[in-house]
């Protein structure tokens, strides 16, 4: 099974199952004389974790990291950074009446057809758990950046949209984002969220949503055009999240709506520095990297456990029901903004390093 590594100078390579006894990551291309410790590692880790809240899965992982090389006196060696994460909480017979029957919206039916095998437990790779060790690999992709660009980079996600239900924009308010369980940045829809989804999870379904994903401090010139493009790989890594169904780069689809005078993003020259009247593009032009804001949103699907019964067929091609039980998320998404975050931090860290050696 190929293509589970990511990255070019700044790579990392994940393995293990939703139910098997670890999952892991090794990160390359790490300079050396970075600091880095596990709790560095843990504080985004903790951001992603199931059982952190009533609304997403229940499995409880405390997801402790630790790592295994790359890292002495709390320093990078320049080495590969290796590093492990224990499943404890497996439920394996949640699953044994899935074992020949294909669940609705998964990759159960597209892995068995392709490998002739497949780990039912929980989907097995498939699993959003991989996601785990890429937050864990984001953490280092930030602590990469953070001491190259100093105090002004950073980047930071919100949920703007809850199934049908988005925030108010006039509302932004970044501070509100670490209040609340749903990352939502508009103070005034939390409980209104809150009802809705414990409404969703009463009548055994569930919703999708939608992230605004927002770096700054990157400076100008990173990404590779043609095929290189930074918003390219943006998209690229965000689509390889479990559940994404859709990217957009600053005004996104609703660019097809604005009008050329408006939306190519009129450039000034105050007291003798370079200003952008607007930021449509999301901070990339060319597929290159302008020193604005980057902006991005990405949609995440509706869980497709569900108990609700959906039809499917066997592996013996019979027509059947099925309703998922277990430990699931009533709202995915709500888990995918540091997964956001961490996959963002990744190609930026990635397109620093190649645009670093470019100029050397």
Not at 47 to 65: A, N, T
Not at 267 to 285: A, T
Request: hydrophobic share 35%; proline share 3%; aromatic share 8%.
């Amino acid at each position: 099974m190929p293509g589970n590594s990511f990255g070019q100078i700044f790579k990392f390579n994940t393995w293990g199952e939703s139910h098997g006894p670890a999952i892991g990551c090794t990160v390359d291309g790490v300079p050396s004389k970075i600091s880095i410790q596990e709790k560095d590692i843990q504080y985004f880790l903790d951001k992603r974790r199931p059982g952190s809240s009533k609304f997403v899965s229940q499995r409880k992982e405390k997801d402790k990291v630790k790592i295994l090389s790359g890292v002495f006196e709390n320093q990078t060696t320049g080495a590969p950074i290796s590093f492990i994460i224990e499943n404890k909480d497996q439920k394996s017979n949640d699953y044994k009446k899935l074992k020949n029957i294909f669940r609705p919206g998964h990759a159960d039916f597209t892995y068995e057809k392709k490998y002739g095998i497949r780990d039912h437990r929980g989907g097995g790779r498939s699993s959003a758990r991989e996601t785990a060790m890429r937050v864990a690999a984001g953490a280092i992709a930030r602590k990469i950046l953070s001491s190259n660009l100093g105090k002004k980079f950073y980047i930071k996600g919100a949920l703007i949209q809850l199934g049908s239900l988005h925030i108010n924009r006039s509302n932004w308010n970044w501070l509100n984002v670490e209040k609340n369980v749903f990352w939502c940045p508009d103070s005034s829809m939390v409980k209104i969220w809150e009802k809705y989804l414990l409404e969703v999870r009463k009548n055994g379904s569930s919703v999708g949503a939608i992230i605004e994903l927002e770096a700054g401090g990157i400076p100008v010139g990173l990404g590779e055009p043609v095929y290189d493009k930074l918003d390219a790989d943006i998209a690229k890594a965000l689509m390889s999240i479990n559940a994404v169904k859709g990217v957009e780069i600053g005004s996104g689809f609703a660019s097809a709506s604005i009008p050329g005078e408006e939306s190519s993003d009129e450039m000034r020259i105050k007291k003798e520095k370079i200003s952008f009247v607007s930021n449509n593009s999301g901070g990339i032009l060319g597929g290159i990297s302008s020193g604005q804001k980057i902006i991005v949103r990405f949609v995440v699907k509706a869980t497709s456990s569900i108990l609700k019964k959906k039809n499917t067929i066997t592996k013996n091609k019979k027509n059947t029901t099925v309703s998922v039980g277990g430990r699931h998320d009533p709202c995915v998404g709500i888990r995918a903004v540091p997964i956001g975050e961490a996959m963002l931090a990744c190609v930026l860290a990635d397109h620093y390093l190649r645009n670093k050696i470019f100029q050397s």
